[in-house]
């Protein structure tokens, strides 16, 4: 190990999430260690079913929870957040991602851990335009976003805490992609949501995709050889959206036409689906505005730092979106009767 750290127990918080399950799972391969995972007491914990590790149900807002977690642990990784593009109450997203996490810095600080891992997002240097691929050097572009305004302002937040001896490293994982998605996430839904129209929209966009298992992996490298106060962008395969929905296609074998489709064109719709959610559902839009300009700005990255500093893996995207429709499929995500029968789920093959 790069980084010589003498461990003996080690927290995660959000460890019942996509990305976080993935990294405690690699965690209690790699290490003999404990592991502790901090979670919301309404958590779906299905990602860690039989697992070994100890559950701690607690909120990253509440500081007597935040103080109980961080207890007896040397290294911390912090992936709890809220990821999201609309919410009825958008301020959550200000309690959780940026004053949690000053309460967790500071609880860090307070015990001495040796070292944290913080989970920002590559919308601290994303949306540079849709012929410019963003680095760790890129300055911030997405401040219309209310969810990357808060990951910009707790990404500073680790390098201020950096600087002043915390020994952190930030991570910035790009858009993930993979099995045990449950919520899904906005990238998930993509392929979960894909054939359920006769003709799949293809968005006029580009984005850096990463395999989540890649993606964990790269956060326990960069507790093992990242250098502190440093970012790392943790990505593999820059890709249009139509082109995406053709590859995942070949993986399922099914054939739809792929329109794609200006994201300015979907503008009225966006605006639409978000009034009926602020007024009458209270539940996500299927769009907002904000993300389609968002698409307009690109999402395009170069991860060779972490690639080449940490060896950051990289499996083919081919592999990544049928284990990820596997483990839709078998969770009841997708209920395409010809998908299912492929992917060998009978339980999925009675849902009508």
């Known amino acids: 190990m790069d980084k010589q750290i003498d461990i003996k127990k080690i927290l995660v918080t959000g460890g019942a999430g996509f990305i976080g399950s993935h990294v405690v799972k690699i965690l209690l391969d790699r290490y003999s260690v404990p592991v502790r995972v901090m979670h919301l007491p309404r958590d779906n914990m299905i990602n860690l079913e039989g697992l070994d590790v100890e559950l701690f149900a607690g909120d990253i807002t509440n500081a007597d929870d935040v103080k109980a977690a961080v207890a ?3 290294v911390v990784f912090h992936l709890a957040a809220v990821y999201a593009l609309w919410l009825p109450d958008m301020s959550v997203m200000d309690k959780v991602n940026v004053q949690g996490t000053k309460k967790l810095f500071d609880e860090c600080v ?14 601290r240097f994303a949306g540079q335009g ?37 020994d952190i490293v930030i991570v910035n994982p790009v858009c993930p992609l993979g099995p045990g998605d449950y919520g899904p996430t906005p990238t998930g839904r993509v392929v979960a949501d894909a054939f359920e129209l006769p003709v799949i929209v293809g968005v ?33 395969e820059n890709m249009a959206h139509p082109d995406l929905m053709k590859v995942l296609q070949k993986v399922v074998g099914i054939r739809r036409p792929v329109v794609s489709v ?12 978000e009034a009926v959610a602020k007024y009458i559902t209270g539940q996500p839009p299927f769009m ?3 993300e389609l300009k968002i698409s ?11 690639k080449n500093e940490l060896g950051l893996p990289s499996r083919p995207i081919e592999e990544t979106l049928f284990d990820a429709v596997q483990w839709f499929v078998a969770n009841g995500y997708i209920k395409n009767k010809a998908i299912c029968r492929k992917f060998a789920v009978p339980v999925a093959l009675n849902v009508q």
């Not at 976003?145 to 600087?163: C, I, Q």
């Open 72 to 74: 007896g642990c040397d």
């Open 110 to 123: 307070a015990q001495g851990v040796t070292r944290v891992i913080y989970t920002s997002s590559f919308a």
């Open 130 to 166: 849709m012929d410019a691929t963003c680095d760790e050097t890129s300055p911030f572009a997405l401040d219309y976003s209310y969810y990357s305004k808060t990951k910009y302002e707790s990404h500073r937040m680790a390098e201020a805490y950096a600087k002043n001896g915390l």
């Open 204 to 236: 006029h966009t580009e984005s850096n995709y990463i395999d989540v298992r890649d993606c964990a992996m790269g956060h326990v490298l960069a507790l093992e050889k990242g250098r502190s106060g440093e970012s790392y962008i943790l990505g593999n």
């Open 262 to 273: 200006k994201p300015g064109a979907l503008l009225p719709l966006a605006h639409l689906t």
């Open 288 to 290: 907002t505005p904000v």
């Open 296 to 306: 307009q700005a690109g999402l395009i990255a170069d991860a060779s730092k972490a």
